[in-house]
């Protein structure tokens, strides 16, 4: 891997993982265009550990109160929007390796998403509940929510944000929590592929200075993906995101059934 190729994967990462349009998907397609499909977890955890650092950056006062107040409010509501996604990545792990490895069900999964995404355009003028207002059943539906979005092409910013819409989250607070959940999802995710990481180290070597330039590009793309997603949230609309992975699954598809892809 080159630095040009890096840098793409790093770009698409930083965007994905918080544009409604499923990084995960992303990334494969993205690996697979490159040849480097075979690193895939090695490669995807170093790419999510930098959106990780994206959003810890945009949320830090947020997550400063979490630390210093531990028994909190919006730490309790955060531990418990966790256990739901927890246990569904668990339980379902292998399932969802093997999908994510094939690939096999990408093309469906980016129309499901566009649908989501549609659908949830038309909930977000209805929401009225602030961040001080999500309660623990809230969090628990979002969480559930995230969990699924483990599928490789449906999006976990998209599937979490149209779980508090529905839930009548206001349009800002319903941004803020999605990703604000990402967080220990995504940092739970890291340990536990630490010990299938340091394996896939072993069996795909890739240059150090790649690596690192495909982090930090998905940490930079990632600050901007996060700012600019609660914006659109708040000004715009979802149903060009919807359009877009509508698009794109079907290229999908008609590239896997012509057996071109």
């Not at 690939?103 to 949830?120: P, V």
């Not at 449906?154 to 319903?174: F, P, Y």
């Not at 993906?225 to 699954?249: D, E, H, N, P, T």
Request: hydrophobic residues 50%; contains cysteine; aromatic residues 12%.
């Amino acid at each position: 891997m080159g630095w040009f190729e890096a840098m793409i994967l790093g770009i698409i990462q930083g965007l994905t993982e918080f544009l409604p349009i499923s990084s995960t998907g992303h990334l494969y397609l993205g690996r697979h265009m490159f040849g480097l499909d075979e690193a895939g977890l090695f490669l995807d955890t170093l790419l999510h550990f930098g959106t990780l650092l994206a959003v810890i950056i945009v949320f830090r006062e947020e997550l400063l109160v979490v630390v210093k107040n531990p028994l909190g409010r919006l730490a309790r509501l955060l531990f418990i929007g966790t256990i739901p996604t927890a246990l569904i990545g668990l339980t379902f792990n292998d399932f969802f390796t093997n999908i994510s490895q094939t690939g096999e069900t990408i093309g469906w999964e980016f129309l499901a998403t566009g649908c989501i995404l549609w659908i949830a355009d038309r909930w977000k003028e209805t929401g009225y509940k602030e961040m001080e207002q999500i309660s623990v059943r809230d969090a628990l539906i979002i969480g559930t929510f995230q969990g699924v979005a483990i599928l490789p092409a449906i999006s976990r910013s998209g599937l979490t944000i149209a779980a508090a819409l529905l839930r009548q989250i206001e349009k800002k607070s319903a941004a803020s929590f999605s990703f604000l959940l990402s967080i220990p999802a995504i940092t739970g995710a890291v340990v536990l592929q630490s010990r299938e990481l340091a394996d896939a180290s072993t069996q795909f070597s890739l240059p150090l200075s790649s690596l690192l330039l495909a982090t930090v590009t998905a940490a930079l793309c990632g600050y901007f993906a996060v700012k600019w997603m609660i914006r659109i949230l708040c000004q715009g609309s979802l149903k060009g995101f919807a359009v877009y992975v509508w698009a794109l699954g079907a290229i999908v598809l008609i590239l896997q059934y012509s057996d071109n892809f």
